[in-house]
């Protein structure tokens, strides 16, 4: 782990693992609070690195460390829950040795009764004899390179409180002042900071940059498509919004949060029918694991809510309680299909 001023989420994430890791490696950037304090509870291996703007080198420096046959790699507010803990224990005691890296889901974003929203796939357990190296100043990565074993388990990113900082955004214009230019992939995730921070329009240039360039992963390809039409939204210009969907359909299959960003565009302009046929196209599309970023509720939840508003506006009131029913077996707990419940019964009685 690299930590710095963690001391409200390091214990929680400490007492996940350190019944399960053989040895616990914390490098610490700079803390001035009781973060090493916390640590030294759960391990005597912490170790010191003057920060310079760079994760990949922070993430080298504490994979370096590490003497075990597998090196597994956590952020100080991420979680492993119970069912999850079982899972790694098991993988601990039976990964055949010849598997070089184990990915694991990613939960990042979640609904207010804690079901995953949001998640990504990443590259978790590396064996160390490979010597794999972190890349990248910001949004660091290693390169998913060997034989892969894509397990179930999942480890949850939360928060102690939502909090939002420019921290990644100066580092990325400071490389822009020393270098002039970023990497095809730093150029997509700078341009997820500035649409993070509001900044849509430079949000919009350096998306448009990444897409031209033409040397982005499919999955970040069509990412910026959706992320376009989201900044096009935000500043009133529909119809680029429409154009940017549209391009994602040159990268690949069609995918559920793109069907349904086309969905509202025509709910939006009165257009039901061709809105039900996009939402229709999001519910049906078939159910496979991405190793990009998932928003779940995209795949079901979302496009059953909306054919049943669109349904009952054509006053096809059965079919819209259908599809909210649908809804419901995602989220039983949700607000707006119980409400709906509420209200479609009354129609159909």
Not at 77 to 94: M, P, Y
Request: with cysteine.
């Amino acid at each position: 782990m690299i930590v710095k001023n963690e001391e409200a989420v390091l214990n929680r994430c400490l007492e996940c693992i350190h019944d399960i890791a053989d040895e616990i490696i914390i490098v610490d950037t700079g803390s001035t609070d009781s973060t090493k304090r916390i640590a030294r509870k759960h391990t005597k291996k912490i170790y010191e690195f003057k920060w310079v703007d760079d994760f990949a080198k922070a993430r080298n420096y504490s994979f370096s460390l590490a003497t075990k046959d597998y090196i597994m790699w956590l952020d100080a507010d991420d979680v492993i829950t119970k069912e999850n803990r079982e899972k790694l224990i098991l993988l601990k005691n039976n990964l055949p040795s010849n598997f070089d890296i184990v990915t694991m889901k990613y939960n990042v974003a979640f609904d207010e009764h804690n079901n995953p929203t949001f998640h990504s796939t990443r590259g978790r357990l590396f064996k160390r004899e490979k010597n794999y190296k972190w890349q990248d100043e910001v949004h660091e990565y290693i390169g998913l390179n060997g034989t892969m074993l894509h397990s179930d388990i999942c480890i949850d990113h939360r928060h102690s409180h939502k909090v939002q900082t420019d921290r990644n955004l100066k580092i990325y214009e400071r490389l822009l002042q020393k270098d002039g230019a970023l990497s095809p992939r730093g150029k997509y995730y700078y341009a997820r900071e500035l649409k993070d921070h509001g900044k849509f329009q430079e949000a919009i240039r350096f998306f448009n940059f990444f897409l031209t360039e033409g040397k982005g992963w499919i999955e970040d390809n069509i990412a910026s498509c959706y992320s376009l039409a989201i900044c096009h939204k935000m500043l009133g210009e529909e119809d680029k919004a429409f154009e940017a969907l549209q391009k994602s359909f040159a990268y690949d299959a069609p995918r559920a949060e793109n069907c349904c960003l086309l969905g509202y565009y025509y709910k939006d302009k009165g257009d039901l029918k061709t809105a039900i046929s996009w939402f229709e196209t999001a519910l049906n599309l078939p159910k496979k694991e991405s190793i990009g970023f998932v928003l779940k509720d995209f795949t079901a939840y979302i496009p059953a809510l909306e054919l049943a508003v669109c349904y009952d506006k054509l006053q096809m009131f059965t079919k819209a309680s259908q599809y909210n029913e649908l809804a419901g077996k995602e989220k039983p707990e949700s607000k707006e299909y119980l409400q709906n419940r509420e209200y479609f019964a009354t129609k159909l009685n």
